[in-house]
T-cell receptor
Framework: AQSVSQHNHHVILSEAASLELGCNYS??????LFWYVQYPGQHLQLLLK??????LVKGIKGFEAEFIKSKFSFNLRKPSVQWSDTAEYFC??????????FGKGTRLSVIA | GAVVSQHPSRVICKSGTSVKIECRSL??????MFWYRQFPKQSLMLMAT?????????EQGVEKDKFLINHASLTLSTLTVTSAHPEDSSFYIC?????????????FGSGTRLTVV
C-alpha cells in the first residue's frame, strides 16, 4: 500500500540551528512528493513539491528537500531556522493524480 | 495561482442536524476534489475522492450515507454531514487538482471547523 512516514514526532530547535525532517515513502512506480506546513490556527500551505527532474527541490521560506530514490526518502531541510518556523510539517505523496497520502506530521518548535 | 475557497470556516450545530460545507476552485476547473478530516494534533485522513459528474469514492471506514458528497460542477464540491453527532466534530479540509493532469500542488481550502453540540 502507498504510504508516507515521518519518524520525528516533535523536534525542538534553537533559533539559527539547522533543520532536517525525515520523510520516507512507499510507492511503486512514479511518485510525486510534497511538503506542507501548517502554522498554528492556519490552513495547509505548500512548501515545495517534487514531480521529476532535479532531485534537489527549492521551496519557499528557504526550505529545500532532496529526493533520494535509493533511500525512498524526501527529507526537508533548512540551514537556519527562525522562531516563525514553528509549525506542523507534513510530508505527502501521490502517484499520478491519486489523492495525497499524508504522513503523521512533525511538530517543530523553535525556541529563542 | 490556484485558489480553493472553502465555506464556512467555522460552524456550530446541534446534534441531529445536517451541515453543508462548500469547496470551490476559484480560478481553475477541478474535475477531482478530495475531502480530508483532521483531528486535533493529528494528520489529515482522506475521507473521499469527489469526481465531477459521478459518485464519490469513499475510503474504507467512511460512512457514505453520513458524509454526502456532491460534485455537480467543475468548480464546486459539497460535503454534507448528515445527522451530525458530537463525534463528527472535527476539522474538514478539501483540496482540488486540475483536469489536465498538471497538479497545482493539490491546493487546499482553508478548512471548516465543525463543532456539534
Amino acid at each position: 500500500a502507498q504510504s508516507v512516514s515521518q519518524h520525528n514526532h516533535h523536534v525542538i530547535l534553537s533559533e539559527a540551528a539547522s533543520l532536517e525532517l525525515g520523510c520516507n515513502y512507499s510507492y511503486g512506480g512514479t511518485v510525486n512528493l510534497f511538503w506542507y506546513v501548517q502554522y498554528p490556527g492556519q490552513h495547509l500551505q505548500l512548501l515545495l513539491k517534487y514531480f521529476s527532474g532535479d532531485p534537489l527541490v527549492k521551496g519557499i521560506k528557504g526550505f529545500e528537500a532532496e529526493f533520494i530514490k535509493s533511500k525512498f526518502s524526501f527529507n526537508l531541510r533548512k540551514p537556519s531556522v527562525q522562531w516563525s518556523d514553528t509549525a506542523e510539517y507534513f510530508c505527502a505523496g501521490s502517484s499520478g493524480n491519486t489523492p495525497l497520502v499524508f504522513g503523521k506530521g512533525t511538530r517543530l518548535s523553535v525556541i529563542a | 495561482g490556484a485558489v480553493v475557497s472553502q465555506h464556512p470556516s467555522r460552524v456550530i450545530c446541534k446534534s441531529g442536524t445536517s451541515v453543508k460545507i462548500e469547496c470551490r476552485s476559484l480560478d481553475f476547473q477541478a474535475t477531482t476534489m478530495f475531502w480530508y478530516r483532521q483531528f486535533p494534533k493529528q494528520s489529515l485522513m482522506l475521507m473521499a475522492t469527489s469526481n465531477e459528474g459521478s459518485k464519490a469514492t469513499y475510503e474504507q471506514g467512511v460512512e457514505k450515507d453520513k458524509f454526502l458528497i456532491n460534485h455537480a460542477s467543475l468548480t464546486l464540491s459539497t460535503l454534507t454531514v448528515t445527522s451530525a453527532h458530537p463525534e463528527d466534530s472535527s476539522f474538514y479540509i478539501c483540496s482540488a487538482s486540475s483536469p489536465s493532469g498538471q497538479i497545482y500542488g493539490y491546493t487546499f481550502g482553508s478548512g471548516t471547523r465543525l463543532t456539534v453540540v
